[in-house]
């Protein structure tokens, strides 16, 4: 059986952002986002429509936090998660 990502599940829009805007906070170009929504797993196509970028996975990725995107993956909300969530606004 398969692991579903957790990330923007349920979805939260305040937890959301845009490609392009991710890619700003990055430094990246929204084409390097996209694929890093695939590989990182930080972002998803939501209904079928544009893709929104997790702020907290984004930053997690972004600090090198790889055991605080994994625990967000599995769908932790607590512990270092929590941080990187209240970081956010969240």
């Not at 170009?29 to 998803?44: A, D, E, L, S």
């Amino acid at each position: 059986m398969i692991e579903e990502d957790h990330v923007l599940r349920p979805f939260n829009a305040s937890e959301a952002i845009p490609i392009h805007i991710a890619a700003k906070i990055a430094g990246v170009k929204p084409r390097t986002m996209q694929h890093w929504c695939v590989v990182h797993r930080i972002g998803r196509r939501i209904a079928n429509g544009p893709w929104r970028v997790s702020r907290p996975a984004l930053q997690m990725l972004l600090d090198g936090d790889n055991a605080a995107l994994r625990a967000y993956l599995s769908g932790e909300r607590a512990g270092r998660v929590a941080a990187y969530l209240s970081r956010a606004g969240l």
